[in-house]
């Protein structure tokens, strides 16, 4: 089935929708979905690939899209503009979006509702460009309101379904989160039902972060079976019509069946120190100095234990794969055999984030380091994406009408 993905970045959400790459077996639930595994390799596992293959990305940054063209091959379907620009062309009369298309995926810009920001909601002060407002724009083109260019898509294409993503910050910042929902509901003279927007922890999904997301549903009314409208109208839609994944991973809540959190150790599984590592993208590193733990992104990743949320920051505001003993570090055994303090490499970064090792983010000349980390740290974490998409597989025929789901299979 075609997806038609948005603010794509380097494309952690689109890996996760389409499958068919390396993570750590760890992250996976074998229990729960073990047919998920399509080839073994001791601590390492494939996935098996979905039933979604993206027909469209787009994303204003160079970097992004360098990333995620070496990865995905297709240069062609990523479009290196504004939404804003794309919706504009297409009611030109310019044939900009893909028809047929099954869903559409959104992460819309999140800077102006994190709590790691001014907190500037639908009043941003950047544009949809990411430069700043510039005297006379219309304010529905601030990047706080990218939302309803996703919605201004969504219109166009009339997916079945409609899946945005952004910060947890969002849902505490006024009414934003009902506002958002209410008019995500207006896609298409009103033409889809929008499901209560939930926050997901990554940590309960296998992801070895702390990372809280808030995700929106929204169905097409029309395309929807009896059974789903009924579901998902109702005050509490039951647990087979729920689009959200159950968690495989116990880390906000105790339960038996679950798995434990997946470890910064186990993450890190593999890796050499950057001076002995051949692969470009570990023996990158922020070479900022410490600055103290008032400041943000001086503390050091516990091995033991999940990491903080990995951030789409500059080289100074990187967490510390070890600190040194004067800086506090706890890593003593790894001090002793004289490893030195540094911060968390690029490719470490990108295994918290569940990235696999095939995607090489740091490319000489096209992709520095500094722009790397940013990347990096705006992605979805593909298994997080991955239990998405599989969920959604997993119910489409509940869901909606017609045979679009076989024919796509044939």
């Not at 979905?33 to 469209?56: N, S």
């Not at 709590?115 to 510039?134: D, P």
């Amino acid at each position: 089935m075609k997806v038609l993905s948005l603010f794509s970045g380097c494309g952690g959400m689109d890996i996760g929708f389409e499958g068919n790459f390396v993570c750590l077996k760890r992250s996976i639930n074998i229990d729960m979905h073990y047919d998920w595994i399509a080839e073994e390799r001791g601590e390492w596992v494939k996935l098996a690939p979905t039933k979604f293959k993206t027909v469209f990305a787009n994303d204003i940054r160079p970097d992004a899209k360098a990333a995620w063209v070496s990865y995905f091959g297709k240069e062609d379907i990523y479009h290196l503009d504004s939404i804003v620009n794309l919706v504009k062309r297409a009611r030109n009369g310019e044939k900009i979006f893909p028809e047929g298309v099954d869903i559409v995926t959104g992460g819309f810009p999140c800077q102006d509702f994190s709590i790691a920001g001014k907190r500037m909601g639908f009043n941003s002060e950047k544009s949809h460009n990411g430069r700043k407002i510039i005297a006379n724009m219309p304010s529905i083109e601030n990047r706080g309101r990218l939302y309803m260019w996703m919605r201004d898509v969504i219109t166009i294409a009339k997916p079945s379904l409609f899946i945005a993503e952004n910060v947890k910050g969002l849902t505490n910042l006024n009414d934003v989160k009902e506002i958002i929902e209410q008019d995500f509901a207006k896609s298409a003279d009103g033409g889809y039902i929008v499901v209560p927007a939930r926050v997901l922890q990554a940590a309960d999904y296998g992801v070895p972060q702390s990372r809280e997301r808030v995700i929106f549903y929204g169905f097409k009314k029309s395309a929807l079976t009896a059974n789903a409208m009924k579901a998902l109208t109702s005050k509490d839609i039951p647990q087979e019509f729920d689009p959200y994944p159950i968690p495989t991973h116990a880390y906000t809540f105790t339960d038996i069946s679950k798995s434990k959190p997946v470890t910064c150790q186990e993450a890190f599984i593999g890796l050499d120190e950057p001076d002995f590592s051949s692969d470009l993208s570990q023996k990158k590193y922020s070479k900022a100095k410490f600055m103290g733990k008032h400041c943000q992104g001086q503390t050091e990743v516990k091995l033991d234990s999940i990491s903080p949320t990995i951030r789409s920051e500059h080289h100074g505001n990187i967490e510390y794969r070890r600190l040194s003993k004067e800086n506090g570090g706890i890593h003593t055994k790894e001090l002793e055999e004289g490893l030195k303090e540094r911060r968390l490499t690029v490719r470490e970064c990108a295994r918290i984030q569940t990235f696999p090792d095939n995607y090489q983010f740091v490319k000489q000349g096209i992709i520095s380091a500094s722009d790397a980390y940013k990347i990096i740290g705006n992605a979805v974490p593909c298994v997080l994406a991955y239990n998405i998409a599989k969920r959604i597989e997993e119910n489409w025929k509940k869901y909606f009408k017609g045979d679009n789901y076989d024919c796509c299979r044939k």
